[in-house]
């Protein structure tokens, strides 16, 4: 947790009102979301018991296994799952649209990505495993299922895997996406509670947040927003509806499981879009624009990938896959960091008060400095900046700045309030700077030791020659018959 947002926590316990940590929102909102609320049965990890599903928030689609030991109903509910998600994500492949590249071929993108969101990290973790458990099965032979179950679980695999790539939206969970927002006057562990988070933020009329969080956090008013439900529900309510399921099973006593579970899911579902309206208040970053971008081209490498009939996503990476997949998300993170900082100065204070950016007024400019002789010689306007910020950056320090994204500019000295910075790219190619390139005296900036440039990828070995210290060469895979075995708890 940053200084500033442990200043925000103290502020909204203080006033009893959730804290502003951004000004604008750093993750896309799709314009027709689908909202996917699951619960799991208790002491199973991924036997699902009940989901509620869609795109309107008028009409949920709910699903619910009667006795989540069954197989085939577990089953059954995956197959009607893929014929709610399924349909989702297929309507977003039609459209596409060409991009263009500097030194390479043009290439078709999908103009549009699904996006999933679910209630918080729990469901995301519950849907990883729902597709773990689900993409190797077959359609055909023993415990044979519906086609598009498998399907549907490479596609679940696929959201939750780049729900763990920074920055990502196509998988969001609603307790994260408002806590990157908001700061509220309780734990980190409590805002993981969809009720008492979203009662912080947006309390009912003449109630503060705080007290509006406490009176949430009653499983009566507002049922744990999944995948797990409340211990009381599930010996009081469920317990005893299941097992009338069990002694006879038919269309009442399932009915009495429907709505068993209706009465939990139902408050989730409308806190999910209650959060939804919340950010899409916020304006949307240009980072969290350009990474949308990102997504869309994921999304349509799977379904290229999809197309061509590839196998289903392994069990474990090899070393060589396990280190770029890394290395990718290191670079990501980086990226990350850079766009929500140049976008935010309210992001931006967190690195102002670790010494790691400064904002002050430029003092001296020297637009014309340059360095080296004859045909060596470059370009390198010097300007000196009065910061009141505590500056933490040792001279030859990186530095980019989000009023001139692109530019960047190496420390010279930093000393008793007075930085000297050195302007190495963004000023333009020609002996003398373009104009407006280099700031002028006067002017307010803002530097920080933050990149979100474009970084080549890890230089890394091929797979087949993965050295021996790290296993070898790992066998291709070839699904199995094994692979359908695997269980689902």
Not at 93 to 107: H, I, L, N, S
Not at 145 to 166: C, K
Request: proline share 10%.
């Amino acid at each position: 947790m940053s200084t500033l947002a442990a200043l925000a926590r103290l502020r909204a316990v203080r006033t009893g009102t959730a804290q502003r940590l951004a000004t604008v929102r750093h993750c896309h909102l799709s314009e027709r979301p689908m909202v996917f609320v699951p619960l799991r049965l208790a002491g199973e990890a991924a036997a699902p018991l009940a989901a509620m599903a869609g795109t309107d928030p008028d009409h949920p689609r709910l699903l619910v296994v009667p006795q989540p030991r069954d197989r085939d109903l577990r089953f059954a509910f995956a197959a009607e799952l893929a014929e709610i998600v399924l349909p989702y994500v297929e309507s977003l492949q039609k459209e596409t649209e060409t991009v263009e590249r500097r030194g390479a071929e043009p290439y078709e993108r999908c103009a549009d990505a699904p996006q999933i969101l679910v209630p918080n990290r729990g469901a995301v973790a519950f849907t990883q495993l729902l597709g773990r458990s689900t993409r190797f099965r077959r359609a055909e032979g023993p415990h044979a299922v519906h086609p598009s179950v498998p399907i549907l679980g490479r596609w679940l695999t696929f959201f939750a895997q780049r729900a763990r790539h920074p920055g990502s939206a196509l998988l969001l969970a609603a307790t994260e996406a408002l806590s990157l927002h908001w700061a509220t006057g309780q734990s980190a562990l409590e805002d993981a509670n969809l009720a008492s988070l979203a009662a912080w933020i947006d309390p009912p009329p003449g109630m503060s947040g705080a007290r509006a969080a406490r009176e949430a956090e009653d499983p009566l008013v507002c049922p744990p927003a999944g995948p797990v439900t409340d211990p009381g529900f599930d010996a009081e309510v469920l317990a005893p509806a299941i097992r009338a399921y069990e002694e006879a099973p038919g269309p009442r006593t399932a009915g009495r499981v429907t709505e068993a579970v209706r009465t939990q899911l139902e408050p989730t579902w409308r806190l999910m879009w209650r959060a939804v309206e919340l950010l899409r208040a916020l304006p949307e970053s240009r980072g969290a624009a350009t990474r949308w971008e990102g997504d869309r081209g994921a999304f349509t490498a799977f379904t290229e990938q999809l197309a061509e009939g590839g196998p289903p996503q392994p069990k474990h990476d090899g070393a060589v896959a396990a280190a770029s997949r890394l290395a990718r998300m290191e670079r990501a993170q980086a990226s990350y960091d850079a766009q929500r900082a140049y976008d935010d100065p309210l992001v931006m204070a967190s690195y102002r008060l670790t010494g790691e950016a400064f904002t002050g007024t430029v003092t001296e400019a020297d637009p014309s400095h340059a360095e080296g002789e004859g045909r060596g010689r470059k370009l390198r306007p010097l300007i000196t900046v009065r910061t009141q910020d505590p500056v933490r950056l040792a001279a030859g320090a990186k530095l980019g700045t989000p009023d001139r994204r692109g530019q960047q500019a190496e420390v010279v000295a930093a000393e008793d309030g007075l930085v000297t910075l050195k302007i190495v790219k963004g000023m333009g190619r020609g002996k003398t700077a373009t104009p407006g390139a280099v700031p002028e005296v006067g002017e307010t900036v803002c530097y920080a030791a933050l990149s979100e440039e474009f970084q080549p990828p890890a230089s890394l070995p091929a797979p087949e020659d993965t050295p021996w210290t790290h296993g070898g060469p790992p066998p291709e895979y070839v699904p199995s018959a094994e692979d359908d075995r695997e269980e689902w708890s």
